[in-house]
Every structure is written in C-alpha cells, then in structure tokens.
C-alpha cells in the first residue's frame, strides 16, 4: 500500500473536521485542573465540586451565546508537574478558561505557563480562573493580564483576623507564629509580622515547617508552651492544621488560635472542645449571608449533598461572577473573545451573599468581602456533627478588606480593544 | 532543661510508634524476603477498622479486632497474591504489593470518603498523665509507648524461646531442610505475613486515634516506616527498635533547634560573611527537621549498606 492512499483519506478527514469546527462553533470550554486523586484529593475535589456547581447553575440559566458551557476536568495529580501537563491537554482540547485553586504551587506553574502561551499565541489567549491559590506572587511579581485571583490572599486575612481580634479584645500582647513552608505559609508569616503594630502584639517567634509531612505536632507544640503566648496565629491547612489541632488538645494548651483554613471538614471534629473560642478569617459563611446565604446553603446541600464548607463558598462565588462577567459579552463570529471577557469582569460588580465582589483592575486580585467568624456552639450550622459551628462576628467589604497593590506587579494590558 | 526532657518523651513516644509499624515490615523482610509496600496500608486498614469496630464492642476490643481482622487480611494476601507470584521473583512481588496499596487506598476513600474522620480516643482515656513544662503530658501517649514495648518483647521472646519461634528461624534459614523435616513452610511464612499485618494493624488502631485517620494516613507514615527499616537493618528486629527511637528523638529535638549553619560560621567569625550568602547557610534546622531522618538513612547507606543491626550481605 503506498503511503499516499493512506495518507489522502486522513487529509480529507481532517480538512473536514476542519470545516465542521469552524461552522459549527464548539461550546464554550471551561477546564478545571485540580488534583483528583493522590494526597490533596479531598481538596481538589472541594474545587471541582464546587466549580460543577456553579457551571450547572450557569448552563442552568442558559449558558452562554445559546450552547451550555462545557466543563471537562483534568487530574493534576496534585503536583505542579502534573498541572503543566494536564494545561497542554486542556488547551488542545479547546479549553479558553482554566480553572484551579488548591496549590500555590500548582497556581504558580499554570500562571506562568499561560502567560508564555499568551505570548505565543495571540489571538488564542487562554485566562486562568484562581479561586483559592492564595500566595502573594500570584497577583505580585507573577501577576499577568490573564490571571485572575477570585480569592484572598495571605495579607487580606491576617489583616482581617488581626482587626477583628484585634477589636473583640482576645489577641493578647504575645502572639506566635507557625506556618508551613512554601509561598503561602512564608507570606503568611509576614503578613503576621506586618500587622504586629495594628494588632498590638509582639511576634515572640516563628516556625516554619515542612509541608504535609510531620506526623507528631507534639514537639512543636511544646515549643509553643515554652514560648508562653496568649495567641497562635497559623495558616495551616489540611493535615497540618489538623494534626496541630490534635496536639494541641491533648497538652492542655490554652492560648487562642487564629486561623484561615479552620472550616476544612474534619478540623473541628479532631479538636473537640479545645476548639471553642478559636478564631478564623474566611471568605464563605452562610450565616453571615443572612437570607441570601441560608438559601445558597440549601440550594447547594440540595445538588451535592453537604453545606458549603471549606472553600466551597468562595469558589463558587467566584465561578458565578466569571458567568456575570460572560453575560455582556457578545460572540464574535461565534467565538469569545476572552480579552473583551477580561475588561467585562473588571467592570462587573457581583452580589454574593457576602456582599460585592469586584475585580481590581490593576492586579486582578478581586476585592472579596472576609469573614471573621469564631467556633462556637451558638454558631447556626453546625460541622462535622458536633455541637460546634462557626459564629461570624464580623463582615468586612471587599474594599475594607483590600490591601495595596503590590508594587511587583506590572501587568502589561492588551493594546488593542476588542 | 524541662524542654529537652520534654523532647525527648515526645521524640521516644513517637519513635515507639514507628517502631509498631516497622516491627511488622523488617519481620516479613527477614523471613521471606518479600519487601512488602502495602505495609503501611495495613497500618491505615488498622485504623479505619478499629474506627468502625469500637462504637459497636468498645474501644479496647476494637483495637484486639481490628488486629486480627487486618492480621487475617494480611493472611489472605499472602496466600492468594503473594504465594502466587512468588516464585518469579522480588520485582513480581514488589509491584504486587505497590499495586495492593494503591487498591487498599482507593477502597478506603470510597467507603469512608476522601476527608479525616472523627475517630478519637475514648473520654475515658483522654486525661493527663502528669504536668511538664506547663503543659499537660496525655496519658494516652503513655499507653501508646507501652503497647510498643510489649510488644517488642513478646515477639523477642516469641523468636528466641519458644519452639514456635525455633521452626519459624529454622524456616527462614533452611527452608527446604525444614520442609524435609515434616514442617508445613508455607504455613509457616502465611503465619509470619499474618502477625506482620496484624502488628501494624494494631499500630494503625492505636495511632490512628491519637493523631489522624485519613486515606492519606499510609503514604504519610509508610516512607518514614522504610526509612526506619533501611537504617535499622533490613530484618533486624532490634535494629528496627534502635533505628526508631533515633529519628523519633533526632525530629523531635531539632524542631527546637533555631540554628543554621551561618551561627556555627561565627564562631570562626565569618557569620556575617554566611549570612550574606543566605541559601542553605541561613536555612534554620528546625525547619529541615522531617528531612533530617532522611540524611540519616543517606549517611547509613553510605557508611555501613546493611543498616545498624543488619547482618553483612551475602555476595
């Protein structure tokens, strides 16, 4: 068989799909690369939930331009190595909008990766949804026109949980510093160090440790008796809070924690009792919502089974602002053009139960309303089937809540209006 | 001074603990050469069993049932998997058992989800044992260093006094002359399998109370478990005991350390000249200590290959 009797079928399967693809716009691709299986899982999957939810809600209320939204996951396996990868495949699978939100690291890698692809590329530009990878140099130094942040970061919460600690008068003259080590946890300790005038405490020490890896808390708790603090101030997360939490019950230790990932299912099951009193900076509390947020809750309970919990609140928020932002955009010979998407969001100003959330043009960090909530057992839910919930005490509004923008970022806008 | 005693109780307890599931591993490595990698998700299987079992026949049993139920699971594993593959050789195994850690995982989060669960110690035992340093001691931890104890005491003398223990050494030696002799091996290595699972079972029933029981439990324990073993001595009991005690105490001390090697450079008063530089020179050692066992087993394998306690390989 000679090649060419080989080779002209496919030619002319392919000019054909060609054709197809062109007449026939696809639908609107939306990817979400998060780790689905292996260690981070539980958080992955709190990411893709979440975003699934919101993308029925949107496809739900029509869509966009007619067709449903498309939304494919991919598994990053929890890595940045995997997130590269998985982005290549998405990107080839038609994807315009990626969407991640458990990793730093992982968020660090596929900004990059998209900004050089952007430049690669002009005219096929692909933005990256970041509903929840929190650290600085994501709207810093890495910051890019296509990269939006949804979520806080490590300065916006400690801002947050120090001023309202701060206020309630629990935050003491001595307060210790533990966080893991990477991107957020380092800017976490900053963050701690910064608002030590506002606060009004001393940092008496910091700890940094390895990520995900410890088993025993005991010795770091120990360290923490010895340094005799009124307040413990930590952006752990995942088992790393947990385990600190354990520990913490089990020697009697009695100073206070501030905390921004306390709501993750499973802490306050752990910590028992010894949690009650402890305070937290999130962006999600149906209870602080009022109406608007009992009635999320349930709408959210009824399609997935639970309360939104963790940074479910948030990431869904956060989705359905990307589908307000689409509503004003029109398609251009059946395309979206994700530059005129990118100018629609700065100029969106969405309603959550949490108040408004807008996007800031100069870094695309959103200004995101926080709450500060404490564990209690007035609190109107209830987690992890225990008598304990999370009592919000305070609502800051996306502005109150701001911090500057950082002087690292130099985003480089579009110069051609769409 | 308080602080280091303090360390070192921590350091030890948490060493014993390491000790519970490596003790099963380095068993089943001596006697049968089997590098088992599903060893740490018998450790998990411990625990999610005992979470299950102790609301319905109380906690104490539920530790004694959740042994013997991943003590038999071990059984199974070892007579319709393992025996199978056996004769082809280490890698069959090894991938055999990679692969079983992998399906006890995934089997794990499909039934008790992706998230920790609330599996605690009973009320009955969450007191404190006495106060140190400001802060309460569990006593709970207490229990958990004794269970380890007892236990390495019990398979010593199991090994060294009992004829059990003759056949099961005799066994391993000389396999073929034991079987000449009129002793049932394959029964006698299905035992050792067995009671390997079962001891990191129980590890898995007792730990996963005190600190988490999550699907991730068997990765996060399982490379300290093989690291413990390296060091130690591949099928050294005693070795595994040494080895476990030295990370346990080596992490828990230099969690405290606030040191770098830029502050032993001004001792020779060049600090300033380090501090300049940053990089690994300024990074603190209580920050690299989880990393630390790992240089041990670096520094192991570099100066004595067979571990502490291992016996010379044979060439």
């Keep these: ?418 | 001074m308080e602080y280091f005693i303090i360390s070192l109780l921590n350091g030890a307890i948490y060493g014993l603990l390491l000790f519970m599931v490596s003790a099963g591993l380095t068993l089943i490595f001596g006697m049968m050469g089997v590098l088992n990698f599903s060893h740490a998700s018998f450790y998990m299987l411990g625990a999610y069993f005992a979470y299950t079992l102790s609301p319905l026949i109380g906690f104490g049993m539920a530790m004694i049932g959740a042994s013997l139920l991943v003590g038999s699971v071990g059984v199974m594993v070892e007579r319709f998997f393992l025996r199978r593959v056996h004769n082809y050789g280490h890698a069959h195994e090894l991938l055999l058992t990679f692969g079983l850690s992998f399906i006890i995982a995934e089997l794990v989060k499909l039934f008790f989800g992706n998230f920790p669960i609330d599996y605690r110690i009973p009320v009955s035992l969450d007191f404190a044992a006495f106060r140190i340093g400001g802060a309460d001691y569990p006593f709970y931890r207490l229990i958990m260093g004794g269970i380890a104890i007892a236990m390495f005491a019990l398979i010593y003398l199991l090994l060294t006094l009992t004829r059990v223990g003759i056949v099961v050494r005799s066994a391993i030696y000389k396999p073929r002359m034991a079987e000449a002799l009129g002793h049932n091996v394959p029964l006698v290595f299905m035992g050792v399998f067995g009671v390997g699972a079962a001891l990191a079972g129980l590890a898995g029933a007792v730990a996963g109370a005190f600190y988490t029981t999550n699907p991730n439990m068997a990765l996060e324990l399982g490379v300290m478990v093989f690291v413990v073993v390296v060091v130690g001595g591949l099928g050294s009991l005693g070795g595994a005991m040494i080895a476990s005690l030295l990370i346990g105490i080596i992490t828990s001390i230099c969690v405290g350390i606030d040191k770098s090697l830029a502050d032993l450079f001004s001792l020779l008063g060049i600090g300033d000249w380090a501090q300049d530089i940053g990089g690994l020179l300024t990074l603190k050692l209580s920050s690299l200590a989880s990393t630390i066992p790992f240089a041990l087993m670096l520094l192991v394998l570099l100066v004595r290959p067979s571990g502490l306690m291992g016996e010379k390989e044979h060439l």
Excluded at chain 1, 85 to 101: H, M, P, T, W
């Design chain 1, 1 to 418: 068989m000679s090649a060419s009797k080989f080779i002209r079928p496919v030619v002319v399967a392919c000019t054909a799909l060609l054709l197809v693809s062109v007449t026939l716009a696809a639908p609107l691709k939306v990817a979400v690369i998060e780790a689905l299986s292996g260690p981070q899982a539980s958080t992955g999957l709190s990411y893709r939930n979440a975003t699934r939810y919101a993308i029925d809600r949107l496809n739900t209320a029509g869509g966009w331009n007619g067709e449903k939204i498309d939304l494919i996951e991919y598994d990053n396996q929890g890595g940045p190595t995997g997130a590269a990868d998985k982005l290549k495949a998405a990107i080839a699978d038609g994807a315009q909008f990626i969407v991640s939100g458990s990793s730093s690291a992982v968020g660090g890698q596929l900004t990059d990766d998209i900004r050089k692809y952007n430049i690669r590329n002009p005219g096929k530009e692909v933005v990256l949804l970041n509903l929840g990878a929190e650290a600085n140099e994501l709207t810093g130094e890495k910051c890019h026109f296509h990269n939006f942040r949804f979520s806080s970061n490590a300065q916006i919460r400690i801002k947050a949980l120090v001023g309202a600690m701060k206020k309630d008068g629990v935050i003491g003259t001595r307060v210790y510093s533990i966080n893991q080590n990477y991107s957020w946890g380092q800017d976490t300790e900053n963050a701690i160090v910064e608002y030590a005038s506002v606060g009004g405490y001393k940092v008496v020490e910091k700890t940094l440790h390895d990520v995900n890896k410890i088993q025993d808390f005991s010795p770091y708790v120990s360290k923490i008796v010895a340094a005799n603090v009124d307040t413990v101030i930590t952006g752990n997360w995942s088992n790393d809070l947990l385990l600190l939490m354990k520990a913490t019950k089990a020697s009697g230790l009695k100073a206070r924690f501030g905390t921004t990932f306390l709501d993750q299912p499973g802490n306050l099951a752990n910590a028992g009792d010894a949690a009650t009193g402890h305070y937290i900076a999130h962006l999600f509390n149906a209870e602080a919502g009022g109406k608007e947020g009992e009635q999320f809750a349930e709408d959210y309970k009824a399609k997935t089974g639970r309360y939104p919990a963790f940074i479910e609140g948030q990431a869904v928020q956060g989705m359905l602002m990307f589908g307000e932002a689409l509503k004003s955009v029109k398609a251009q010979s059946n395309n979206l053009n994700v530059n005129a998407w990118a100018l629609a969001l700065e100029n969106t100003k969405f309603k959550t139960p949490m108040g408004e959330l807008r996007m800031r043009a100069a870094d695309h960090q959103a200004l995101v309303p926080v709450v500060v909530s404490v564990v209690s057992n007035d609190a109107k839910y209830k987690v992890d089937g225990t008598a304990l919930g999370f009592k919000p005490i305070m609502v800051l509004t996306g502005e109150q809540a701001a911090t500057p923008v950082p002087a690292a970022c130099k985003m480089q806008r579009p110069t051609q209006t769409p």
